[in-house]
């Protein structure tokens, strides 16, 4: 999701600012984009408030080294691309003003506004009332934006940079948690985080805010009309040791005719309330406890959310009794092993019309095992046993068995057995025959080909051939791998003895995971990175293998640097069986300038960079390069309909070898009626625009989509896909959708 971090601290400050780089840091790494505007200076205790008749300006800053107040300050913003923050001479909520509406348009709209971590905890309603954090959060609620204040309550006044990256992990954590399960009513939440080493390991606790009030007297104290000010920012460090510590304030006074004022409240209030409450965000927060108080705009707090939050759930777990559920309501228990996939899904649960959710995080909160539930989660996690004794009201995001597809292997297997029966079949021109093989050890290469005709020819007539441009290059596949792993070109078998002979070899010497020794020979150098793992993939576990004709050329784009892509295509397959192509692709480019290997044999070893169109071989350097929307290649000089027609292409192609697999494979692809499942299936374009498939992948890698497509294309694919197959399931009509065209529908007798 797109994130407005604002806070009252200013920039990074080890005196003043000591948290906000930390999450802004952790929030990125969780794959949320993070926009970040605080005011230039420490603008605590101002509340809600606006500088009438002040013209605010910006300044550019760009910070440094984490917990280290090397960050630097511009004028004018930075022309280059790095990270760059907006400070405003302004106050909290007016930072969160002009950044909802004035900056970072570009990023697309903003989903949630976090107003913090505050240098100090903002529990009772003293601090409430005052809190600039608060206050950043509450002028997001009142744009209509949903809204988070994040307040660190310290014991000590060291930085423990350790206790810091904890408390960033597990704010993060909760603030997903709660932007995912957002309730009507709640306008904004205070979170408060007791920044301790064992915090991760406390219970987190709905709240309410403690109505406190001073009793003391004035909260100014007196000072002689010349004293000079003091920095704002060192003032703040030492009210918030006052109140944070366990020592009472004594307020100096100087009586004088004329006087000054100093902010110097007297914590002593607010400790013995927050004591003697014995419960409230004040008390719970003095317990060790992180608290989470949902407030509306007006500073008061909803009362009826109690009771301890799980992490490890999706959902907010009450201590409420919870009411009878209505017949209709759809349970949907939604763990999707991807953060960047789980808003998605919960998004497009939400979006279904005349379908009331709600979303669970057990199995068990089921009041009743008949009631409707739907699961999107992890393959492991799926209560396959529930779904097969309710298989009218269990709906899975999965089927339980589908190797027939997802294995290499099994799918060249599905293949050749429906062109056994069915030779005119669409699939004999656009997917390359395979040679399946098993092999333990290199030195049985030989018995492992014994009958693979197809290939020991080919290798045959290479021999004979005196140039290189003509010979027949092969693709080597292990047939369960993923991610491209293992993938190599050969042209003889002397080169493919040699490839496992190089993994062997790699292995006896892989006596410790970091060895730098332990680098195959020959490899490009991307793909090194993981060679340790992919050699033990390889060696230890993968016995399979496959070997095709290698599919040269292919068609090259010159806008793209004449590199060699592949189109990832995204498929519903939805009960027994109906299957969906979903119209937005994309287009994955090879890190390189696609080169034959006809042409490049005698300058040594391949160059995979030019051949793999994975992105995970690629660093982030080309990674950024490397994805864009089929719809909208650029392609100078081709046909006009040539991308409608690979479409075309993509749809008869896919629709075909999912009925291969329920036909002729039926104990490896077994569909369900209350199953569905998404899968990434590959192709490639030649030079002559002809498709041929590559593989279909179970639980594809999303996140490669990247940030700028996440909801148009991922967001978009989800909400089709609770459209067709989970809105019909229970009992409500299918909507038409010209982005995820039917491609199949079969009847398989299951019901």
């Keep these: 999701m797109h994130i407005l971090v604002v806070n009252d601290d200013g920039p990074p400050s080890n005196a003043s600012s000591p948290y906000v780089h930390s999450l802004v840091d952790t929030l990125k790494k969780a794959g949320h984009t993070v926009s970040v505007i605080l005011p230039h200076v420490q603008r605590s205790w101002i509340g809600k408030a606006h500088m009438v008749g002040q013209t605010l300006t910006p300044t550019y800053f760009r910070p440094g080294t984490l917990h280290e107040d090397d960050g630097v300050t511009s004028e004018r913003p ?44 903002n529990t009772t309603a003293v601090f409430a009332l005052s809190s600039g954090t608060i206050g950043g959060a509450m002028e997001g609620a009142m744009n209509g934006k949903k809204s988070i204040a994040l307040s660190y309550a310290f014991d000590s006044r060291e930085h423990d940079p350790e206790i810091i990256a904890t408390a960033s992990k597990l704010s993060t954590k909760l603030v997903e948690k709660l932007f995912s399960e957002w309730p009507n009513d709640v306008q904004l939440y205070s979170i408060n985080v007791p920044l301790r080493k064992d915090v991760e390991n406390k219970k987190i606790v709905f709240t309410e805010m403690l109505q406190n009030r001073w009793v003391s007297g004035s909260s100014f104290e007196e000072l002689p009309a010349e004293a000079d000010d003091h920095d704002p920012n060192v003032e703040e460090q030492n009210i918030r040791e006052r109140g944070e510590g366990d020592s009472d304030a004594k307020a100096t006074v100087t009586r004088t005719v004329h006087r000054r004022f100093k902010w110097s409240p007297n914590f002593a209030d607010v400790r013995k309330s927050v004591s003697d409450a014995g419960r409230g ?66 998004d497009a649960l939400r ?134 792993n293992g993938i190599r070109l050969f042209s003889s078998l002397e080169e493919l003895q040699a490839i496992f002979e190089e993994w062997e070899g790699a292995e006896s010497d892989n006596d410790t995971e970091d060895d730098p020794e332990n680098q195959v020979p020959g490899l490009a150098a991307q793909d090194k990175e993981d060679t340790s793992d992919e050699v033990n993939a390889m060696t230890s576990q993968l016995r399979h293998f496959i070997a095709q004709p290698y599919i040269d050329p292919p068609l090259l784009l010159e806008a793209y640097g004449n590199r060699k892509f592949h189109i990832r295509a995204y498929v519903l397959a939805a009960g027994a069986l109906e299957v969906y192509v979903y119209r937005e692709m ?84 077994q569909a369900i009626p209350n199953g569905f499942e998404i899968f990434g299936v590959d192709f490639l374009v030649d030079a002559n625009a002809k498709v041929w498939l590559l593989e279909l992948n179970a639980f594809p890698d999303f996140k490669q989509t990247g940030l700028e497509l996440q909801d148009a294309v991922v967001g978009g694919l989800f909400r089709e896909v609770t459209a067709a197959a989970v809105s019909p399931f229970f009992g409500h009509a299918e909507s038409q959708s010209t982005q995820m065209p039917l491609v199949r529908s079969l009847n398989l007798g299951r019901g």
């Design 351 to 484: 979006s279904l019309k005349g379908i009331p959710v709600k979303f669970i995080s057990s199995m068990g909160e089921l009041l009743d095992p008949a009631d409707h539930v739907v699961q999107i989660t992890a393959y492991e996690s799926l209560d396959f046993e529930h779904a097969l004794q309710y298989p009218k009201t269990s709906q899975v995001g999965a089927y339980v068995i589908r190797k027939a597809l997802i294995r290499k292997h099994y799918l060249s297997n599905t293949v050749s057995t429906w062109l056994v029966k069915h030779p005119d079949s669409i699939l004999t021109q656009h997917f390359r025959p395979c040679v399946h093989f098993e092999l333990d050890y290199a030195e049985f290469l030989d018995e492992s080909l014994v009958d693979a005709w197809d290939l020991n020819e080919s290798m045959a007539e290479n021999e004979q051939k005196e140039s290189s441009e003509q010979k027949q290059w092969w693709i080597l596949k292990p047939g369960m791998s993923d991610g491209g």
């Design 78 to 121: 930075f022309k280059d691309d790095g990270e760059q923050w907006i400070l405003i001479d302004g106050t909290p909520a007016s930072c969160t003003q002009i950044g909802l509406h004035h900056f970072f348009q570009d990023k697309g709209p903003i989903d949630l506004v976090l107003s913090g971590p505050n240098y100090g905890r």
């Design 281 to 346: 965000d004040g008390w719970e927060v003095l317990q060790g406890n992180i608290t989470v108080t949902p407030l509306v705009a007006n500073f008061w707090h909803l009362p009826h959310y109690t009771g301890e939050i799980k992490l490890e759930d999706k959902t907010l777990s009450l201590a409420n009794p919870q009411p009878t559920q209505d017949s209709s309501t759809l349970h949907a228990l939604i763990d999707y092993p991807d953060a960047y996939v789980q808003p998605l899904i919960l």
């Design 586 to 669: 994309l287009a994955l480019f090879a890190a390189k300038t696609y080169q034959s290997p006809r042409h490049n044999e005698e300058s040594g070893a391949l160059d995979l960079a030019q051949h793999l169109t994975n992105t995970c071989f690629q660093d982030e350097a080309t990674k950024g390069s490397s994805v864009y929307p089929f719809w909208s290649l650029e392609s100078p000089g081709i046909r006009a309909d040539w991308k409608d027609d690979i479409f075309q292409q993509i749809c008869a192609v896919t629709g075909e070898v999912f009925e291969a697999a329920a036909r002729e494979q039926m104990v490896h692809f």
